[in-house]
């Protein structure tokens, strides 16, 4: 999957403001709500790109989203594969991405670019769905 993830500026005064307002735990609540709107947004958007190559369908099944959870001071959703499965998706997902060789010969599958595509077309939306429940949770 794609290294990097979705940065949103403007995020942490929004923040500040909201803690002037509120409990800390209740910011905690909100911002993980917030989060995980956006996280679902992006996480049906992989689908829908995924969906594109869909063979057995155990890549498009396997597209989790994460619960936020607070990594390095920062709160943050993984969105990737479950792998939990027997399937196991996430060990061959970079081989539809990028494309492999195989005796010299270059593979370049249906699947090429499809995550990143996916990812780059979700950016927007999730902000416009963070910023929706955060105006939702603020009433």
Same mark, same amino acid.
């Given at each position: 999957?794609?290294?990097?993830?979705?940065?949103?500026?403007?995020?942490?005064?929004?923040?500040?403001?909201?803690?002037?307002?509120?409990?800390?735990?209740?910011?905690?609540?909100?911002?993980?709500?917030?989060?995980?709107?956006?996280?679902?947004?992006?996480?049906?958007?992989?689908?829908?790109?995924?969906?594109?190559?869909?063979?057995?369908?155990?890549?498009?099944?396997?597209?989790?989203?994460?619960?936020?959870?607070?990594? !390095?001071?920062?709160?943050?959703?993984?969105?990737?594969?479950?792998?939990?499965?027997?399937?196991?998706?996430?060990?061959?997902?970079?081989?539809?991405?990028?494309?492999?060789?195989?005796?010299?010969?270059?593979?370049?599958?249906?699947?090429?670019?499809?995550?990143?595509?996916?990812?780059? !077309?979700?950016?927007?939306?999730?902000?416009?769905?963070?910023?929706?429940?955060?105006?939702?949770?603020?009433?």
């Amino acid at each position: 999957m794609a290294s990097g993830g979705v940065t949103f500026t403007g995020w942490d005064e929004t923040i500040k403001k909201l803690e002037e307002k509120f409990s800390p735990a209740k910011v905690s609540r909100i911002e993980n709500k917030a989060l995980s709107a956006g996280a679902r947004v992006i996480k049906a958007n992989l689908k829908h790109g995924v969906a594109s190559y869909m063979d057995t369908g155990a890549t498009f099944n396997e597209v989790v989203a994460g619960k936020p959870r607070l990594r !390095s001071g920062h709160r943050s959703v993984k969105i990737g594969w479950a792998g939990d499965g027997s399937k196991q998706r996430w060990r061959l997902v970079h081989l539809n991405e990028f494309g492999y060789t195989r005796f010299g010969k270059t593979y370049s599958p249906r699947g090429l670019g499809k995550v990143q595509s996916a990812f780059d !077309s979700s950016k927007d939306a999730a902000k416009t769905a963070q910023v929706a429940e955060l105006k939702r949770l603020v009433k």
